[in-house]
């Protein structure tokens, strides 16, 4: 039986529950500068081109998990270019000034993080080229140094950066695809979460920092997800709140999801299946779903 997942996997949206959906929209729309794909009753799909990257659900009925509870630490976006970036950060610090929370260098990207209007975490960042990455025993060497913002800007800000943030301009004619590139979760342990992300799901590991977060990827990317401990250790499964939806993975093909299927229902993982695609849920209860 095939241990891995293939290395052509991808992330695919993140979808969250919302308590206000108007907002909500507005925010990733008109601030993190991703466009509406679609929008139906209670659903708004935001991405670029033809990637969904955020799914938003109206639920106004649940309330805000409480602190400490498993779910969502951010959902990251990965930007093609550094002037793509540069015109994203740009058109948050205009239209959501007190939603940034903080930049850094990670050696493999730049990552720019704020919060949304409803308290989800969100990366906006830009990869460096894979062969300026650098790999000891099969880990990706990761930090976390300075990145200025403002002069992360005055570098790579274009003119027409700045025009689309200052305008309601499609931005996906501007600067082409954003997608999510990596999801990071809030879980209860790191051991469990290699367990069920490693040893079932068959990511590789490919980053650790001590026993409080774990880095899984495909294909050798740095991460494709990253599970931490850092304000959830000893979280047990979630109940039904606003936050994180679902997550969804994006495999090569049908025979793909059905060799994850087979794989899963051998460890006892309880799956969904509606002939098209494959969902189960973690040990906290975040679902994901599975796709072609």
């Known amino acids: 039986m095939d241990q891995l997942l293939p290395a052509a996997s991808t992330m695919g949206a993140v ?12 925010y990733y729309r008109d601030a993190v500068t991703l466009r509406v794909l679609a929008s139906e009753g209670g659903r708004v799909v935001l991405g670029r081109g033809s990637t969904p990257a955020v799914v938003l659900e109206h639920a106004p ?32 610090a205009r239209r959501a000034p007190g939603t940034f ?37 099969g880990q990706v060497e990761m930090a976390t140094l300075f990145l200025d913002p403002q002069t992360f ?21 501007v600067f082409g695809d954003a997608a999510v590139g990596h999801v990071h979760l809030s879980v209860g342990d790191v051991a469990t979460a ?3 992300y490693v040893d079932r799901l068959g990511f590789e590991a490919t980053a650790a920092l001590g026993g409080s977060a774990l880095f899984v990827s495909a294909g050798g990317y740095h991460h494709h997800m990253a599970m931490n401990t850092w ?3 000893g979280a047990g499964r979630r109940r ?9 993975i994006r495999l090569p093909s049908t025979d793909d999801i059905g060799a994850l299927e087979e794989r899963m229902r051998h460890y006892g993982v309880q799956t969904r299946d509606d002939g098209r695609t494959l969902a189960f849920d973690d040990p906290w209860a975040n679902a994901v779903r599975v796709v072609a």
């Open 101 to 137: 929370t903080g930049s850094a260098d990670h050696l493999v990207s730049k990552a720019f993080y704020f919060t949304d209007p409803e308290g989800n975490g969100v990366e906006l960042y830009w990869d460096r080229d894979r062969t300026l990455w650098s790999w000891t025993h």
């Open 153 to 173: 800007l005055s570098e790579h800000l274009t003119e027409r950066g700045a025009a689309l943030a200052e305008s309601t301009t499609d931005a996906t004619a």
């Open 15 to 26: 979808t969250l529950r919302v308590a206000d959906l108007d907002r909500m929209t507005a």
């Open 231 to 233: 304000n959830s250790g």
């Open 61 to 92: 009925e649940l309330k805000h998990a409480g602190p400490g509870e498993a779910g969502l630490f951010h959902t990251a976006i990965l930007f093609d270019s550094e002037e793509a970036l540069a015109a994203a950060v740009y058109s948050v």
């Open 194 to 196: 290699r367990e069920f």
């Open 240 to 248: 039904l709140a606003l936050g994180l939806g679902e997550v969804e």
